[in-house]
């Protein structure tokens, strides 16, 4: 039986094996940063705006979600912004991908939410497939643009 649950301080470990496992699939393991302490204070600390969840299949763990809420100034109303969605290898397929997003539409659906939102990387065809069979529509009119590291600071001293 596949459940989803609220992540909880004592998941971190968890979660950040997962986005270990992820990151290397996306091919940027060398990109991670992030340690136990660093999740438990941006996901469980007091001042935390992102949210995670657990997927458990017959009482073992084999995914997770991170999210966080946005805002809309065109509808005036917020949303829902799924960071990564994850499942071990081993598992896709069992519906467990499918039951995290349901999940998630539900807390967005409890939160008001007019729009429930992500990223896919453009080579990542089994999960544009996955995507697309869940009704998502890709947005392709729009660029993502980020900025971080040196540039990021130069700007915000007005470099």
């Given at each position: 039986?596949?459940?989803?649950?609220?992540?909880?301080?004592?998941?971190?470990?968890?979660?950040?094996?997962?986005?270990?496992?992820?990151?290397?699939?996306?091919?940027?393991?060398?990109?991670?940063?992030?340690?136990?302490?660093?999740?438990?204070?941006?996901?469980?600390?007091?001042?935390?705006?992102?949210?995670?969840?657990?997927?458990?299949?017959?009482?073992?763990?084999?995914?997770?979600?991170?999210?966080?809420?946005?805002?809309?100034?065109?509808?005036?109303?917020?949303?829902?912004?799924?960071?990564?969605?994850?499942?071990?290898?081993?598992?896709?397929?069992?519906?467990?991908?499918?039951?995290?997003?349901?999940?998630?539409?539900?807390?967005?659906?409890?939160h008001g939410c007019e729009?429930?939102?992500?990223?896919?990387?453009?080579?990542?065809?089994?999960?544009?497939?996955?995507?697309?069979?869940?009704?998502?529509?890709?947005?392709?009119?729009?660029?993502?643009?980020?900025?971080?590291?040196?540039?990021?600071?130069?700007?915000?001293?007005?470099?």
């Amino acid at each position: 039986m596949i459940e989803v649950r609220k992540a909880e301080r004592g998941d971190a470990q968890t979660i950040l094996r997962f986005i270990c496992e992820l990151a290397d699939y996306e091919k940027a393991a060398d990109e991670v940063v992030a340690t136990v302490q660093t999740i438990e204070q941006s996901l469980f600390g007091p001042d935390a705006v992102a949210h995670a969840v657990i997927c458990t299949r017959d009482g073992a763990t084999i995914g997770f979600a991170v999210y966080f809420f946005n805002y809309s100034t065109w509808l005036g109303k917020r949303g829902l912004f799924l960071e990564d969605l994850y499942v071990n290898p081993s598992h896709r397929g069992s519906g467990a991908g499918k039951e995290l997003l349901s999940h998630l539409a539900g807390i967005a659906v409890s939160h008001g939410c007019e729009r429930f939102e992500w990223n896919v990387l453009t080579w990542n065809e089994p999960a544009i497939a996955f995507y697309d069979s869940s009704g998502a529509i890709a947005q392709s009119e729009w660029v993502g643009y980020r900025i971080s590291g040196e540039a990021l600071s130069a700007l915000a001293r007005g470099d």
